[in-house]
């Protein structure tokens, strides 16, 4: 069936006026358009193909009045339009690649999809079942194209970034940017508004802790500040947003980031070209002055700019951040990814812009290499913005706090922790005046409701009024939802120690011993958290326990009874970005009641339009929340967690550490993150050389070992 242009005609004659008066979304009557114009579409005798396609959009998006005009639109295209049967291999219900919400934006096709089809389920034949299951296989591609256009468009704007390197001011301090204003900004996402009529200023000199809830729009407004997309950054101002990790080359780790001083590297270039060419014999007297006169400038440059000194201060950037002298002169590209971001800051903390924004730089950080960057930080030059949900780590770094909230932000002084008695004084002190202006108001305008038609008291009750409109109203205090990590308790309780490691030993094919004579056990009430150096095997320890590794010699007792859940960042990367949470978990658990799941992912605040959001447009912490509910489904008895803070918001690593507190099992974790530890285990693990030995201590004793180290 050949369907031309009319078709789009017809449907502004029967609903254009609608579409003008509710002012309905450009994008939604194009795709209407679109699909009723797809030689492929049949709109059946009366309609009915074309209502199931397109009545539930007609509806919500104030097309048409109601349901009834959505049937007798669609009957009278059909009327006009409907050529009989089409092939059968061909589908007769079009499904939609993109429903639309007015009141909630554009979002996947799962939403409306998944319950759209369980209500048609108990009415449709096996042939209709076979056509709805190719219609969803498109709809699957149709989400794979979504996602795959998302990472070409993200992948695209950060090849358009500028790329950064190191600047030598020739004319002093005069063209260093000072202060930064940017006001009366919005950004939007995926259709969301994240950022409304925002303003703020940062100081120069000052180093900034940005701080806001999962999926408030932190991560896009750094990368908004890094490609200069808002009004108020000058275009001299040198900003370096570090996200993503180093490309890996044959190129050495030390070189790799002493390649970023280009004009050192161009100077010494042609110094050694210079040097060479006055020994040649064939030059003349002439041209060895004229080389001499030019070495004498270069060296002079070299002087300025601190050449001599560059690899050395490369070198102590890249120790502190754990990297040995053999690790240095290593090509980037054997290193994991991990290595890479350090790289990554290594590059940004050596170029030192004008803006630095830093977006969770401990997640790839051991417990050292934290404590060396906070050191490190204290002595930022120039103006930094810092995101991170390790809260010791803020206090000791930052100088103030950037509060996005409510579409807005809001500046604060001092750290963290001062950030909160703060803000919870002045709202507080809101809720106060709010509680008080409404007290005030019903007072006057009890008043003015008694003696409104009494002629006598008109003059007073006018005064009440205008009282009424000099007082105003003072806002509520409006709080966020509470954040929820419910972990489920296990049905059954084996009792005893359900793992235990008899001198255990683990190395890798061809590699060293990593473990000698392991001697441990875990039951459900040890609370552990394991600390040491990056690359010490701390994962390959969890490994062991999980089953996921087995010992090379030695025994491990595993109950067959015990369930364990892993938590590691393999889980969150492992995710379909390309779906929605309610369907990914349908999948992983195929036959569990679509209630049951959508309980579960409430259950660690995944709940409604949550659940049905494609997780490419969630936030870190939001995706880790999806792992989470994957991996404790089954009701583990046993949680294992490698790094389980990275990426959660810092009310969420509260959240986290009173659900592990409620938690009626075993807990073993590896994190670097003082305040989670310090909350939620009662015992630490210290693993070096091949070993794994219980500390006699605190976190801060630890770390005061290491310190002194």
Same mark, same amino acid.
């Given at each position: ?22 002012? @309905? ?9 679109? @699909?009723?114009?797809? $030689?492929?579409? $049949? ?55 993109? *429903? ?35 219609? +969803? ?43 930064? =204003? ?24 000052? =180093? ?63 110094? /050694?070209?210079?040097? $060479? ?23 002079? +440059? ?7 000194? /560059? ?79 390790? +809260?010791?780590?803020?206090? /000791? ?33 809101? %809720? ?6 409404? +007290? ?23 005064? =009440? ?67 040491? /150096? ?87 912490? %939001? ?62 693990? @210290? @693993? ?5 030995? *219980? ?15």
């Amino acid at each position: 069936m050949g369907i031309d242009g009319s078709v789009k005609g017809e449907v502004l004659v029967l609903i254009g006026r609608r579409i003008r008066d509710a002012d @309905v979304d450009s994008i939604i009557v194009d795709y209407i358009i679109n @699909v009723l114009q797809d $030689d492929t579409f $049949d709109f059946g005798k009366s309609g009915e193909n074309a209502y199931e396609a397109l009545g539930p959009l007609l509806v919500e998006a104030e097309c048409v009045a109601d349901d009834a005009e959505a049937r007798w639109v669609c009957k009278k295209l059909a009327e006009k339009f409907y050529r009989g049967s089409i092939d059968e291999n061909k589908l007769s219900v079009r499904s939609l690649a993109a *429903p639309v919400r007015m009141s909630e934006g554009l979002r996947s096709s799962e939403a409306a999809g998944t319950a759209h089809h369980e209500d048609l389920l108990p009415q449709i034949s096996e042939r209709d079942q076979a056509k709805l299951e190719r219609r +969803r296989k498109k709809e699957e591609r149709q989400r794979r194209v979504y996602y795959e256009a998302h990472v070409a468009a993200a992948d695209a704007a950060a090849a358009g970034m500028a790329g950064l390197y190191v600047t030598h001011n020739t004319d002093g301090d005069a063209n260093v940017p000072k202060d930064i =204003r940017m006001e009366n900004f919005s950004i939007s996402m995926g259709g969301r508004e994240l950022i409304n009529s925002a303003s703020v200023t940062l100081a120069y000199g000052r =180093r900034y802790g940005l701080v806001g809830r999962n999926g408030t729009g932190k991560t896009t407004l750094l990368k908004h500040m890094a490609m200069h997309a808002i009004d108020g950054l000058p275009k001299n101002c040198q900003i370096l947003h570090v996200e993503q990790e180093v490309v890996g080359s044959s190129t050495t780790v030390l070189q790799c980031v002493l390649s970023t001083d280009i004009e050192r590297t161009q100077l010494l270039e042609e110094e /050694a070209s210079l040097v $060479d060419a006055k020994k040649s014999a064939n030059d003349t007297s002439s041209s060895k002055d004229a080389a001499s006169e030019r070495l004498a400038q270069i060296y002079k +440059r070299l002087e300025q700019i601190d050449a001599y000194t /560059a690899e050395s201060r490369a070198a102590s950037i890249l120790a502190g951040l754990s990297f040995t002298s053999d690790m240095q002169v290593r090509e980037t590209k054997t290193f994991s990814g991990g290595w890479r971001m350090r790289i990554a800051l290594a590059r940004a903390l050596f170029i030192q812009p004008d803006l630095l924004l830093l977006d969770e730089p401990t997640n790839h950080l051991d417990l050292h290499a934290v404590l060396w960057l906070e050191t490190y930080l204290l002595k930022w030059p120039k103006t930094l913005i810092v995101v991170s949900h390790a +809260r010791n780590f803020l206090n /000791a770094v930052v100088t103030d706090i950037l509060h996005l909230h409510g579409q807005k932000l809001v500046t604060y002084k001092g750290d963290y922790d001062i950030f909160e008695r703060t803000r919870a004084e002045r709202l507080s002190n809101q %809720q106060k005046a709010h509680e008080s202006n409404e +007290r005030t108001r019903a007072h006057i305008q009890a008043f003015v409701d008694k003696f409104r038609y009494n002629a006598k008291r008109a003059s007073l009750v006018q005064s =009440r009024i205008k009282a009424l409109d000099r007082i105003g109203y003072v806002d509520a205090v409006v709080n966020d939802p509470d954040y929820k990590f419910e972990f489920p308790t296990p049905d059954d309780r084996p009792s005893g120690s359900i793992i235990s490691f008899s001198d255990a030993s683990f190395g890798y094919p061809g590699g060293p011993v990593l473990f000698r004579n392991l001697n441990f056990g875990l039951d459900l009430d040890s609370r552990l958290a394991v600390v040491g /150096a990056n690359g010490i095997g701390k994962s390959t320890l969890l490994k062991l326990i999980s089953g996921e590794l087995e010992p090379v010699s030695g025994t491990v007792f595993r109950s067959p009874k015990v369930r364990m859940a892993v938590f590691s960042q393999h889980h969150v990367d492992g995710l379909d970005l390309s779906s929605t949470p309610l369907l990914y978990m349908s999948r992983c658990f195929p036959g569990a009641p679509e209630q049951k799941i959508r309980a579960h992912l409430g259950s660690f605040g995944l709940s409604g339009n949550l659940a049905l959001q494609a997780m490419y447009t969630l936030s870190g912490g %939001q995706k880790s929340r999806v792992a989470f509910a994957k991996i404790t489904f089954n009701k583990p008895h046993i949680l294992l967690l490698d790094e389980p803070s990275n990426h959660l918001d810092l009310d969420a690593v509260e959240a986290l550490i009173q659900g592990l507190a409620l938690f009626q099992g075993g807990v073993l974790m590896v994190s670097h993150d003082e305040h989670l530890i310090s909350g939620s285990v009662d015992e630490l693990w @210290v @693993v070096t050389e091949g070993k794994v030995s *219980p500390f006699h201590g605190s976190f801060q004793d630890y770390k005061r070992t290491l310190r002194v180290a």
